[in-house]
């Protein structure tokens, strides 16, 4: 599954009537979520259809930190706390229209734990795109990897942020 949610939909997934979103959760083709339009009251005291999608981001973050795969579990265990070179990551972190893995913000690099589903997948190509663009680097690893060869793993992550700033190799 995979563990974004786009915020920006596209015009053709308007009803005619406009009355809703369709929201890909889990990047599953039949995987949407049907968000409301906020209603004209709503509006009228500054409520606004992107202020839902953030709360809704949000939601979703909290979901996916009560139930990480065993992967995401193992590579927690090892960033929490600042254990890996005193750096901070968050978990399950919304950014932009995504929610990303793990993110430290000081270094702007983000590690994501991708499973075989993730494999040539068009839409990471799009998220890294807008990561690279916001200034961000982003590190994948399998979850394989990071079940087998942790110390490989954080060795990869701690070199990445030392040289945070230059281009990727």
Not at 49 to 69: G, H, S, V
Not at 120 to 146: H, P
Request: charged share 30%; aromatic share 8%.
């Amino acid at each position: 599954m995979t563990r974004s949610i786009s915020v920006h939909a596209r015009p053709q997934s308007f009803p005619k009537d406009r009355s809703c979103v369709l929201l890909p959760l889990g990047g599953g083709e039949s995987d949407f979520s049907v968000l409301a339009q906020p209603s004209t009251r709503n509006r009228k005291r500054g409520g606004s259809l992107a202020k839902e999608i953030r709360t809704r981001n949000l939601a979703f973050a909290r979901q996916m930190r009560r139930d990480p795969t065993p992967a995401e579990n193992a590579l927690w265990q090892m960033l929490k706390g600042r254990k890996l070179g005193g750096l901070k990551f968050r978990r399950q972190q919304p950014l932009g229209r995504f929610i990303v893995d793990f993110v430290c913000l000081e270094k702007r690099l983000i590690v994501e734990a991708d499973g075989g589903q993730h494999a040539e997948s068009a839409s990471d190509t799009e998220r890294d795109a807008y990561f690279k663009q916001q200034g961000y680097r982003v590190l994948r690893f399998w979850n394989d990897d990071i079940l087998r060869n942790s110390d490989g793993v954080a060795q990869h992550i701690l070199s990445a942020a030392k040289y945070v700033g230059e281009p990727d190799a």
